[in-house]
């Protein structure tokens, strides 16, 4: 389907075909021309057409397979996501029965599943047939086979889910009630250091929701993602993921767990699947008791308040939310997995309502090598919800960030708050002004972006001297940014007035500069002024050519 008229489609072709109409009134008056040159008014209606948010790029992004590497997923709210897991069993002698047991996502608030259905290959005389099962033990789909009269067997399942990312509110900040969620387990268990960690990083906070802010900042901060830390053994606990700093998605989740608990906010895990940037795999995050919701949050790749679209839950837990496929077989041999693959597609996805508004500068917006400077991000809720959130500034090499990278904010809907980052520049920027571009983006997403310069001008100071012969000295200082000694050429022009119409002398001066360090030289002329008179350097050092005018009033005129 190539148009996808829904809402405001409807109104973007409406208007293409008034646009489509004019241009047909007006171009069929000389024919000749038009064959000869194209209307640009057709372009123009054409892309604008395209490049509205709900045109052709709408469609694109409704009804037809997105592939993550070609879309920022963070920037989709909705969409339909369909998982195949396939595989083949290798039968050992005669097997009667053959049950095979597969977790399948969830129904909660955020995603629903729309289809569930599976498939065999070829099974001789055999019987297959599947069961689907939504219950407190989870939900999930079983195979059956049965007299199975060849050596393997294959199967396909499939299974369309429906994921809302931010459809809801976070509706208080206070943490709700929920005892069993607050009880120590294997993996969330609790330690002196915890304890000790928690009291100090959110001492003096009083909402809730902030606190569990502040506590997935400290846990992605001071925890390194290792995803072969268990190395496929039995995963740490929480005590000592935070001895050892590092631990896999599913060590971080029971490590923030464990302290939002000694906060006293109820908290549980969460295991599904998620995208990763790359690929699709199995992955773990966490929720949290505010009020009477329960809210995601994923320390690993912070992402508070919400989660993207790609994170499908399938099973919840109290300490670990564990999921497994099983496989039972009944007859004279046993069997062996031969493969077992997952593929993820998005489908129909909807982009995300601008939820934040954000813009950024830099404080001041020019600066010399060597100094500091702060960038600052104004970010507005334009949503109808309080957001919790973190956002990043993205630096070129040049710049020294002296402030943590990921800073957080919590902005009541309408509400405009400020982050900042102090930066510090290159002390070795060569002469001239260089431009730097910086970007913050942030979760909800949204991108912002700043320029500032640095101005790192060789000259520093020039003066133009009377000697008492009358002739005019011109001293020069200037810097030399390297760290070795750099040869220098310094050109001195005299014109006879401000205007610098008539250009009436020029003397040259040359040496050898010191390593980082301001050279300070005088070029001698043979210029007597006669009035006012104005002098152009150019100055010739480390492969660059810098130039300076100096005005000088003699008092003569």
């Known amino acids: 389907m190539l148009f996808s008229l829904r809402g405001k489609n409807k109104m973007s072709f409406l208007l293409l075909i008034i646009m489509m109409i004019w241009l047909h009134g007006s171009t069929t008056v000389v024919e000749s021309e038009v064959k000869k040159k194209p209307d640009l008014r057709f372009l123009f209606c054409f892309f604008y057409y395209l490049l509205s948010s709900e045109g052709i790029l709408h469609a694109t992004a409704?009804?037809?397979n997105v592939k993550p590497a070609q879309i920022d997923l963070q920037e989709l709210s909705s969409a339909e996501i369909i998982i195949k897991f396939s595989g083949e069993i290798v039968l050992e002698g005669e097997t009667k029965f053959l049950t095979y047991i597969q977790p399948i996502p969830s129904d909660d608030e955020t995603q629903k599943i729309m289809e569930v259905r599976a498939e065999t290959g070829e099974i001789g005389n055999g019987i297959f047939r599947y069961d689907v099962f939504k219950d407190d033990s989870g939900n999930r789909i079983v195979l059956h086979w049965q007299n199975i009269s060849l050596p393997r067997v294959s199967y396909e399942i499939f299974v369309k889910v429906r994921r809302e990312s931010f459809g809801y509110q976070i509706l208080s900040t206070t943490k709700g009630e929920d005892d069993a969620m607050l009880r120590s387990g294997e993996l969330t268990s609790s330690s002196s250091e915890i304890k000790k960690t928690v009291s100090s990083v959110i001492g003096g906070v009083k909402d809730d929701i902030e606190k569990t802010l502040k506590l997935a900042y400290w846990v992605n901060a001071n925890i390194q993602y290792d995803k072969n830390y268990s190395q496929n053994k039995k995963d740490k606990p929480a005590p000592v993921v935070i001895s050892k700093k590092r631990g896999t998605c599913d060590e971080i989740s029971h490590l923030f767990i464990s302290m939002c608990r000694c906060a006293g906010i109820p908290a549980r895990e969460v295991s599904g699947i998620a995208f990763d940037g790359s690929v699709w795999g199995f992955h773990s995050w966490s929720e949290v008791k505010i009020g009477?919701?329960?809210?995601?949050?994923?320390?690993?790749?912070?992402?508070?308040?919400?989660?993207?679209?790609?994170?499908?839950?399938?099973?919840?837990?109290?300490?670990?939310?564990?999921?497994?496929?099983?496989?039972?077989?009944?007859?004279?041999?046993?069997?062996k997995v031969q493969k077992h693959e997952m593929d993820v597609k998005i489908w129909k996805a909807s982009r995300l309502k601008k939820m934040l508004e954000m813009g950024?500068?830099?404080?001041?917006?020019?600066?010399?090598?060597?100094?500091?400077?702060?960038?600052?991000?104004?970010?507005k809720n334009v949503s109808d919800s309080l957001l919790v959130g973190s956002v990043r500034i993205v630096l070129p090499p040049e710049i020294l960030l002296k402030s943590p990278n990921r800073q957080i904010f919590l902005i009541p809907a309408g509400e405009k708050k400020f982050v900042q980052w102090k930066a510090e520049t290159n002390k070795m920027v060569k002469g001239g002004y260089w431009v730097y571009r910086v970007f913050a983006l942030s979760f909800p997403r949204v991108m912002a972006e700043a320029e500032f310069k640095v101005g790192a001008r060789m000259i520093q100071n020039m003066n133009a001297v009377l000697e008492n012969d009358g002739r005019v000295s011109v001293e020069v200082?200037?810097?030399?940014?390297?760290?070795?000694?750099?040869?220098?050429?310094?050109?001195?022009?005299?014109?006879?007035?401000?205007?610098?119409?008539?250009?009436?002398?020029c003397f040259n001066e040359e040496g050898v500069t010191e390593p980082l360090k301001i050279t300070e030289s005088v070029v001698k002329t043979d210029f007597v002024p006669s009035g006012n008179f104005a002098v152009r350097i150019e100055i010739e050092c480390e492969g660059l050519i810098e130039t300076s005018i100096l005005k000088v009033n003699t008092g003569k005129n």
């Not at 200082?477 to 610098?500: H, L, Q, T, V």
């Open 360 to 379: 950024l500068e830099s404080i001041p917006s020019e600066v010399e090598p060597g100094k500091e400077l702060t960038l600052s991000a104004g970010i």
């Open 477 to 505: 200082s200037f810097r030399n940014s390297s760290g070795k000694a750099e040869p220098f050429k310094i050109k001195a022009c005299f014109y006879d007035s401000w205007e610098m119409k008539n250009q009436v002398a």
């Open 62 to 64: 409704d009804d037809e």
């Open 292 to 335: 009477k919701q329960w809210i995601p949050f994923d320390a690993t790749n912070m992402q508070t308040g919400f989660v993207d679209i790609t994170h499908i839950a399938f099973a919840r837990d109290y300490d670990d939310a564990k999921f497994e496929q099983k496989i039972t077989a009944l007859g004279t041999g046993g069997f």
